[in-house]
């Protein structure tokens, strides 16, 4: 398709025909004249003027005073020109490019040079600034055939400022006085790979490297383009085909483009976008270059860069049709925050054919091949041995098909096409699309271990370099969302402090728990908050109910959407209760005897604004937990039990102690203390380290923490239902060193503070 040469104002142009137009001229300066002493001002954008005048001052970088302050001088650029028509009065005339602001609207002289010995009589400024098309006219009437150098020459100086959409539109008019405008854009194709491709035709542009920008809404800013010509018969004399890729920081929407600059082999021009301009996708811009590569003369950088484009992503899998023995498959790929992922698969290369993989998401790109962990497959070495033309050569000894990769990519545009690039030896390249499971980390990282043999010596790699950085890179999980809220009997939280229970995934029933509050009249009174997961709540709500009038308990039961384990439900608990202090229990913990309510409540009496533990036990009466204390000497677990395992006797005569972070598994606390601390990390598998972690960081929120050893609890370790022994193990190693990566930096900057003398 030829689009003829037009003003860009045209809205319905001829195709049809070989007619060409000319530009039409600016709009003449009549109603403005250029007097010498005089100077007439235009505003190229917001930070430069355009200063008219005539008179011989110096060409190039000149220093400038402004206004009656001398102290006031700039840098300015300056071109000038003969007059085509001298008086004896001024035989030249200039035009200067001028730093300015808002405040230099009031501005009344104009100097060049630095003193007035350089400079003579300094120009008065015209009282009214001129518009854009008026001062090309004036240029234009006043400079004759040198107007184009002298337009050229402004240009080159404002192409090397910062641009802005303004002084690209004020460049624009400029070359479009001195008929600089030169063609169309017909094709404007968006790509894959983060380039704008560009197909039209004009006069001025050269095979090769060429500096142009965008004219448009998108961010300005002046980059390379490849260039490539070719022959069109229907375009005008003189003029030829080309295409060209524009690179920048971030790929142009082709709907924002309006129009080029570049630097052809006269200078600057304009390029217009033709009103019926075609846009092509990013699956279609590849089959547009292939249609004339073949026909295009370039330089040899600029020919390959074309020929990758063309064999660019165009929305459809590769893999399978390359004549190697190379072949691809993805078992999962997860995605938790917006380009955080974890990706399981096989690479089929055993001859070693493939260079380098990525994975690529619009302008995102990371490559996987340098760190991701491989292991053995032996199930994809079986099933291509009875395809002859996929089994590898004599050399071909690659085993290890299988891969674990951990991958951030930029969470911009997360809706956008995600795909596997696979870049072969002799440069050609392969495309595989994927769409990833969108879950929180966690889940994630929890099914990609739960596929993995446990005994497979590449597990702890695998561990190690992704599953643990994807879990920290995880921005967190949101607060758990209340769903529905029960009262079962007469329900006040003025009856007293609330005890919060939280049932998790893994809790079994609490209908035992609940039997013991009612026989201890301390809590028989008391307002009771079961907070569970909404699947669990459908199941129990109507049994618990029937137990709480059985048992005569206030009782209010809580259900949250989703899933989560005891520490999500008792932030849910806390969320549906407005009171000062809660009383936290975990559904898996039962009371050693009666009493233990109140001996809380008279601690937390005398020490407001604590967080206050009792001591939890195993049922053989060993201690599981008598605090959290940091271990300086410890880089391995900085935090440590310090008592566990100890006969719970060894504790029980203790003093209230203050420790490094309290239990919430247990403990009576500010009810605002979890959501002024920040609440739960959503990066740890398991609860443990999580509450450990959360206790941490309510200390270091103002919020003291102590255990009451007079108190005790007793319950088990935390275990998922269907865990075997070595996936618990893993859980809890994997947990370890997210809490060591996350809190080792701090505590060993605290104890060197601690250290450092006063």
Not at 147 to 165: E, F, K, Q, Y
Not at 369 to 375: A, G, N, P
Not at 582 to 596: D, K, T, Y
């Amino acid at each position: 398709m030829l689009v003829t040469e037009q003003s860009p104002t045209v809205t319905n142009p001829p195709v049809t025909g070989p007619l060409v137009t000319k530009p039409t001229p600016a709009k003449q300066g009549a109603s403005r004249a250029m007097r010498s002493g005089r100077v007439i001002g235009c505003h190229v954008d917001e930070a430069t003027l355009l200063i008219i005048g005539l008179g011989q001052v110096p060409a190039g970088d000149v220093t400038v005073g402004v206004g009656e302050n001398q102290a006031d001088t700039r840098n300015a650029f300056v071109s000038e020109w003969r007059l085509t028509a001298s008086s004896p009065r001024a035989k030249h005339g200039f035009a200067a490019l001028l730093p300015a602001g808002d405040t230099d609207l009031a501005m009344t002289t104009i100097r060049f040079g630095e003193t007035e010995k350089e400079t003579g009589t300094p120009y008065i400024f015209a009282p009214r600034l001129a518009s854009t098309e008026e001062a090309a006219a004036l240029m234009l009437e006043s400079a004759g055939s040198q107007s184009a150098a002298v337009i050229n020459r402004l240009v080159d100086a404002l192409m090397t400022g910062n641009l802005s959409r303004r002084r690209l539109l004020t460049i624009t008019t400029l070359l479009q006085a001195t008929h600089a405008t030169d063609g169309f854009v017909e094709v404007i194709g968006e790509s894959h790979d983060g380039v704008t491709f560009l197909q039209g035709w004009s006069r001025g542009m050269a095979p090769g490297p060429c500096r142009m920008s965008l004219i448009g809404r998108a961010t300005p800013v002046v980059a390379e383009c490849g260039i490539a010509t070719f022959t069109r018969p229907d375009a005008p004399d003189g003029a030829a085909g080309f295409v060209g890729l524009l690179e920048t920081d971030e790929a142009a929407r082709a709907t924002d483009i309006e129009g080029l600059i570049f630097r052809g082999r006269a200078g600057w021009r304009h390029v217009a976008v033709h009103p019926r301009k075609r846009i092509a996708d990013p699956q279609e811009t590849p089959e547009h270059i292939r249609s004339v590569l073949m026909r295009t003369h370039g330089t040899p950088d600029v020919l390959l860069s074309l020929r990758a484009a063309a064999n660019s992503f165009e929305g459809k899998e590769t893999v399978s049709g390359l004549p190697y023995p190379v072949r691809m498959g993805i078992d999962s790929i997860f995605e938790a925050d917006a380009g955080n992922l974890l990706i399981s698969g096989w690479l089929y290369d055993p001859d070693g054919h493939v260079a380098t993989v990525k994975l690529r998401r619009r302008n995102a790109a990371i490559r996987l091949d340098e760190h991701w962990t491989r292991f053995d497959r032996p199930d994809v070495t079986d099933s291509f041995n009875d395809q002859t033309h996929l089994v590898p050569g004599l050399r071909g000894d690659q085993r290890a098909h299988g891969f674990v990769a951990h991958a951030q990519l930029s969470g911009e545009d997360p809706g956008a096409s995600l795909y596997f690039e696979l870049t072969l030896q002799d440069s050609r390249r392969a495309f595989l699309p994927v769409k990833p499971t969108r879950l929180s980390a966690r889940s994630a990282a929890l099914r990609q271990i739960g596929s993995i043999d446990p005994v497979n010596s590449a597990l702890p790699a695998i561990v190690d370099t992704h599953v643990v950085p994807f879990l920290t890179r995880s921005s967190g999980r949101s607060a758990p969302a209340i769903e529905t809220i029960i009262d079962a009997g007469f329900f006040d939280e003025e009856n007293g402090l609330p005890i919060i229970i939280g049932v998790g995934e893994s809790e079994e029933d609490i209908s035992p728990l609940l039997a013991l509050l009612a026989l201890d009249p301390e809590t028989r009174g008391a307002p009771i908050v079961i907070a569970m997961p909404a699947e669990r709540f459908r199941r129990q709500a109507a049994r618990l109910k029937e137990l709480a009038r059985f048992y005569r308990l206030s009782v209010r039961l809580v259900s949250t959407k989703g899933t989560g384990d005891v520490y999500d439900m008792l932030e849910a608990g806390t969320q549906a209760l407005s009171c000062e202090t809660v009383v936290s229990l975990s559904a898996s913990l039962i009371p050693h005897g009666r009493g233990w309510y109140g001996k809380l409540v008279a601690a937390a009496s005398t020490m407001k604004g604590s967080i206050i533990s009792p001591v939890l036990a195993y049922e053989d009466h060993s201690v599981r937990w008598a605090g959290s204390w940091i271990d300086d000497g410890n880089d391995d677990q900085p935090v440590v039990g310090r008592y566990a395992g100890y006969p719970l006797k060894a504790v029980t005569d203790m003093n209230v102690t203050h420790i490094a972070a309290a239990s919430l598994e247990c403990c009576i606390m500010p009810r605002d203390a979890l959501s002024g601390a920040g609440s739960f990390c959503g990066g740890y598998l398991g609860a443990q380290e999580k509450g450990v972690d959360l206790g941490l960081r309510l200390s270091r929120s103002g919020f003291d923490s102590y255990l009451l050893p007079s108190v005790q609890m007793w319950g088990c370790d935390d275990a998922r239902a269907g865990d075997s022994p070595a996936m618990a193990a893993l859980v809890e190693e994997i947990d370890r060193k997210i809490f060591k990566s996350q809190w080792l930096p701090i505590l060993t900057v605290e104890k060197h503070l601690e250290k450092r003398p006063a």
